[in-house]
């Protein structure tokens, strides 16, 4: 009795039953062995008793049978959900260990694609990370693609309803549920947003054709939570790198590249336009009177001014040329394929753009230019800039807001052929 106490309900029931079929075959075999001695109508009524205690037995035999094949499969399928659970959580200690190694948004998002397509094959995805002023997600990666999924290329985030909640959201217009702005199709999404270090940083999409796809399907979200917990962190690391890389070779005030980047860059160009046999102009860019204006307006004016004037460069050159910051006022542009003639015809309208900012700021804005080239004014990257900035000095002492070109080598740089002398 004191080890019956401590059964559940349920082995408790299952000890009666025994019992009581164990019973039941006692009292069958009992009246079978009685009625082979016994006679007349007492032989025959334990006769009957026993096959009414044999049928009973079998009877209640088919259907223990039954309940035992029941619970066999019961205990196939939780070893066939455990195993798929176990190969989800390698598949998603792999997708971990591989994101570790992801350099960039698209090696994430190729991770997060080879994921996706095991553990839920019959679904499409989109990754979709914030853009430097977080004012927009750009897709980062998608596949699946259907006639029902087919993911933008930039979403805004008061568009959408998960990142507006930071929580999970569905998608499911056959259903009649709250959509996004961005949802289009007759299909069903999942949105998660990637959340890391209490900040949005990407949104999570899975779409499937089927209406009912995700209806009552716990796996689903359960591996799409997962999914997007992995990702978060290694998206997380991946804009910490690419901010310290910005810091490491821009300026933090203009958002230029620093002087650093500028010489690395001029020695590349410049050995490549040795191969190609193209020009390759260097000019230096100094702001007029700049001390004056930090002093009568305030360093935070002579910052605006920086900064506008940064912009007025970038804005007119190509994507190809480097704009630096030198130091101080001084900038530095690197014109790759750009022989002296086009670079200072460049200079004269980079002169007036940044004239024009006068009246913007309230305070006369004038920069003077210096221009060097190789081939035409230096041999070599040592020497380009030093005469870019000789040619600076020269604007200078000439009045100031002017262009001024170095003067041009002569051929062999006119070194003096040697004589030949007679002797004896």
Not at 85 to 114: I, N, R
Not at 309 to 328: C, F, I, T
């Amino acid at each position: 009795m004191q080890h019956e106490s401590i059964l559940s309900p349920k082995e408790r029931t299952a000890s009666a039953r025994r019992f009581t079929l164990h019973l039941v075959q006692a009292v069958c075999t009992a009246c079978a062995l009685t009625a082979m001695f016994a006679q007349g109508e007492t032989a025959r009524a334990l006769a009957t008793v026993a096959a009414a205690c044999s049928l009973f037995t079998l009877f209640v035999g088919v259907l223990m049978g039954r309940r035992a094949v029941a619970e066999l499969d019961d205990h196939i399928r939780l070893v066939d959900e455990a195993r798929n659970a176990h190969s989800q959580v390698e598949e998603l200690f792999a997708m971990t260990d591989m994101l570790q190694a992801a350099e960039d948004y698209d090696d994430a998002g190729a991770v997060l694609m080879a994921t996706a397509l095991r553990l839920l094959p019959e679904f499409g995805g989109a990754l979709y990370v914030f853009n430097n002023s977080r004012d927009r997600l750009d897709l980062a990666r998608s596949w699946g693609h259907s006639d029902s999924f087919q993911p933008a290329a930039s979403l805004l985030p008061g568009n959408c309803w998960a990142l507006k909640r930071g929580k999970a959201h569905v998608n499911a217009p056959a259903h009649g549920t709250l959509n996004c702005m961005h949802a289009v199709g007759s299909g069903t999404t999942i949105e998660k947003p990637m959340m890391a270090r209490g900040q949005v940083v990407g949104l999570l999409m899975l779409a499937s054709a089927a209406p009912d796809a995700v209806e009552g399907n716990t796996d689903i979200h359960r591996i799409a939570r997962a999914l997007a917990d992995s990702m978060s962190l290694a998206l997380s690391n991946i804009a910490l790198r690419e901010k310290l890389r910005t810091q490491s070779l821009r300026d933090p005030l203009t958002g230029l590249y620093n002087r650093r980047y500028m010489e690395d860059a001029l020695e590349r160009y410049i050995s490549l336009a040795e191969r190609t046999g193209t020009a390759t102009s260097v000019v230096m860019v100094d702001l007029d009177n700049f001390k004056r204006v930090n002093d009568e307006y305030g360093h935070a004016k002579g910052d605006a001014v920086l900064r506008d004037v940064a912009a007025q460069l970038v804005g007119a050159l190509r994507p190809s040329d480097v704009v630096a910051r030198y130091g101080g006022e001084e900038l530095v542009l690197i014109l790759p394929k750009c022989s002296l003639e086009n670079a200072a015809s460049k200079a004269e309208v980079l002169r007036k753009r940044i004239e024009s900012l006068s009246e913007a700021h309230g305070v006369a804005i004038s920069a003077s230019f210096g221009i060097a080239s190789v081939p035409e004014t230096a041999t070599k990257a040592a020497d380009v800039v030093p005469g870019a900035d000789c040619a600076l000095y020269a604007a200078k002492q000439g009045g100031k807001n002017r262009v001024v070109v170095a003067e041009r080598r002569g051929k062999r740089d006119e070194v003096p052929a040697p004589r030949l002398t007679v002797t004896g």
